[in-house]
């Protein structure tokens, strides 16, 4: 009885002394998450995984149109400001997610209607007032969110419809709106579709013919135990070789993508997991570091996932934490066993 409170003492001592080796202190480039206010206000655990292991933080919904701009002459920056006070009460950067993308538009801008100058007056004054009202204090934005179908074509949306030429004047909008901002393109899915991938070099290459201001790309690599390693470098590869800094914006390895109601995460799934996550990181550390803006994980513990929630896939491990917020191998892999750069 004695030893076994000796030792919790030891390992709970050892925690919160820092001793232990926290994921954020592992690496050169910044380590962060996709965060929920309403987790961090309300879970403890979840609010000490947020503070101590990451030193970078994503809004994953609360910067999106929907939120910030509920109503065409109304903006409600509260949930966003609340993750952006976590964010600097805890000495975190905080990275801007999104300013244009085709989902989670609130109603109001879905069932507008008026000419080009009307449509562009909307989207220039949504990406300024947001870009605005957070100027300086994000270090970047995910200006433009998924814009291309895997077959290389913009995807339809009422921004291409109403105006052809969003993308570049977004970014330009951005730009005017937070001058020292890092913007990027942010999109997933680019291994295996090599049209889409060429459509995201191609704009690259076309914005900058045209003097616009884009500094990065995000991964945000979505993907699975199953997933093409040599299709995944190929992607790296080419993003870096342009030239641009590469975010990891939205990693999660899905180890069920097929949503198997008789899947069972065993010993043989957690390492084919690992052995993913060691690849992703592996392949990271390859990009020259003055492109390396960071690894972002799509939130916290396995039971936050948007696959359990947005995709309703209740049998789904995507992530680093358990569902009860404790460490899985990977995290003991990244943590302990690593060579890492730092
Ligand atoms: C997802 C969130 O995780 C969900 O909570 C929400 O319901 C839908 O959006 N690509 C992106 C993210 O760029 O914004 C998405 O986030 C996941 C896919």
Known sequence: MKTIFICL???LTQRSFG???LLKDQFSFPLGASMNPRLLQENEAYRHLATTEFNSVTAENHMKMMMVHPEANRFDFSKGDELLQFAKSNQKRMHGHTLVWHNQVPKWMNEFSGDAQAWEALLKNHVQEVAKHYQGQVSGWDVV???FLDDGSLRPSI???NIPDYI?????????ADPNAILFYNDYGQDGKPQKMKA??????DLQARHIPIHGLGLQMHINISSNNAEIQRVIQQSSSTGLIIHFSELDIAVNPKNDSTFVYNETAKEAQKQKFKFIFDAYAGIPKPQQYGITFWNIGDRDSWLRGYFKRP????LLFDDAYAPKPAYFYLTNTRKNEK
Do not use: G, R, T
Request: glycine share 0%; aromatic share 16%.
């Open 200 to 205: 995201i070099l191609d704009m690259v290459q």
């Open 159 to 161: 921004w291409v419809k």
């Open 19 to 21: 001793q232990s080796p």
């Open 168 to 176: 570049a004047k977004s970014f330009q909008w951005a730009h005017e």
């Open 145 to 147: 969110n998924e814009a």
């Open 315 to 318: 049998k789904e491990y995507p």
């Open 9 to 11: 003492f030891i390992l």
